[in-house]
């Protein structure tokens, strides 16, 4: 499966934006979801995850409350709403598709899109 990512941008601190993740190749359905960011300099971080039909997400506590994960599989395509973005929510944005697990780690996913950068000023 190919994973296209869009959306990024730039913000002000506070505002929002929505990454949508479109897949091709084989249907969506099939695969736990699961959002991931870098920032400059640090590790691929762990951001939202989302069960195959949808129903569990999971997310990381720094962005709980203001992140939404969903996913539409008759589109093929997975959504990060983000609200009240801070400064240190900068970093490019990955989604990521598993296709055995539950995508508790960031190992365990075996597609990877190339990114899109988020950059929130304050």
């Known amino acids: 499966v190919q994973l296209q990512a869009s959306g990024g941008g730039l913000v002000q601190a506070g505002g929002s934006l929505r990454l949508s993740c479109a897949a091709s190749g084989r249907t969506l359905s099939a695969y736990v979801m699961g959002w991931f960011r870098q920032a400059p300099g640090k590790e691929r971080d762990f951001v939202a995850r989302?069960?195959?039909?949808?129903?569990?997400?999971y997310y990381d506590d720094s962005v709980k409350g203001r992140f939404t994960m969903s996913r539409d599989n008759a589109k093929n395509t997975v959504y990060l709403q983000m609200n009240s973005l801070k400064p240190e929510d900068t970093a490019v944005y990955y989604c990521?598709?598993?296709?055995?697990?539950?995508?508790?780690?960031?190992?365990?996913?075996?597609?990877w899109g190339q990114g899109t950068l988020v950059t929130v000023s304050s």
């Open positions: 990521a598709a598993d296709v055995n697990g539950l995508g508790a780690n960031l190992s365990e996913y075996d597609y």
């Open positions: 989302i069960s195959r039909t949808g129903g569990i997400t």
